[in-house]
Nanobody, 123 residues
């Protein structure tokens, strides 16, 4: 599967952005995740959604502010980001996984990764 993330940009603190990740292939067969990486920091988990979209999981740092969703008919996963903070500044990556039973917040649970889209939140 190939993944293409979009929707990043520059926004003021308190603002919102919606990231999209378009996928090719059998999209509904994959669990999906969003990760982010800030300069000089390790990549970190942001959000997860299962194949049907009925189950989600978030990092504590974004819980209540970010919402992950998917549209299997459009082969797209979304990340709605509200109440953005300067510490949310990072390159955001979508990822797809086909193997069950793995820790959904771990990078190794995902075999396929898209190129990042940059999110910059100004104070």
């Amino acid at each position: 599967v190939q993944l293409q993330a979009s929707g990043g940009g520059l926004v003021q603190a308190g603002g919102s952005l919606r990231l999209s990740c378009a996928a090719s292939g059998s999209f509904s067969s994959y669990t999906m995740g969003w990760f982010r990486q800030a300069p000089g920091k390790e990549r970190e988990f942001v959000a997860y959604i299962n194949r049907s979209g009925g189950s989600t999981y978030y990092a504590d740092s974004v819980k209540g502010r970010f919402t992950i969703s998917r549209d299997n008919a459009k082969n797209t996963v979304y990340l709605q980001m509200n109440s953005l903070k300067p510490e949310d500044t990072a390159a955001y990556y979508c990822a797809a996984g086909s193997r069950g039973g793995l820790l959904v917040s771990a990078s190794y649970a995902y075999e396929y990764w898209g190129l990042g889209t940059q999110v910059t939140v100004s104070s």
